[in-house]
């Protein structure tokens, strides 16, 4: 099972970026997929969540209304695009699978991790 982010890169608070989720060698349309982040010395935070038809999402408080989770169940792929990005938002953002398809924001829900991409964001 791989899963593999990408769609990171530098930007300026304001702007927008698109993070893209790649899945292989699972029963993709049978998992939920969660976005998380990560800063060094911190916990891993939930960012948002779609369940496996892409009809229900979950967003943390944090990104409501700036940030969208769907999925591309053709392509087997998922996107974050994030809008009005703040510095706060800087982290490396890892996607993850479970296959009891829910739209948890905890990580101990998802069996599967993504290396992840690096969202840095200057004031």
């Known amino acids: 099972v791989q899963l593999q982010a990408s769609g990171g890169g530098l930007v300026q608070a304001g702007a927008s970026l698109r993070l893209s989720c790649a899945a292989s060698?699972?029963?993709?349309?049978?998992?939920?997929i969660g976005w998380f982040r990560q800063t060094p010395g911190r916990e891993r935070e939930f960012v948002a969540a779609i369940n496996k038809t892409g009809v229900r999402k979950n967003y943390a408080d944090s990104v409501k209304g700036r940030f969208t989770i769907t999925r591309d169940i053709a392509n087997r792929m998922v996107y974050l695009q994030m809008s009005s990005l703040k510095p706060e938002d800087t982290a490396v953002y890892l996607c993850a699978a479970n296959r009891r398809g829910l739209i948890s924001g905890s990580p101990e829900v998802y069996d599967f991790w993504g290396q992840g991409t690096l969202v840095t964001v200057s004031s």
């Open positions: 060698g699972l029963i993709f349309n049978s998992h939920a």
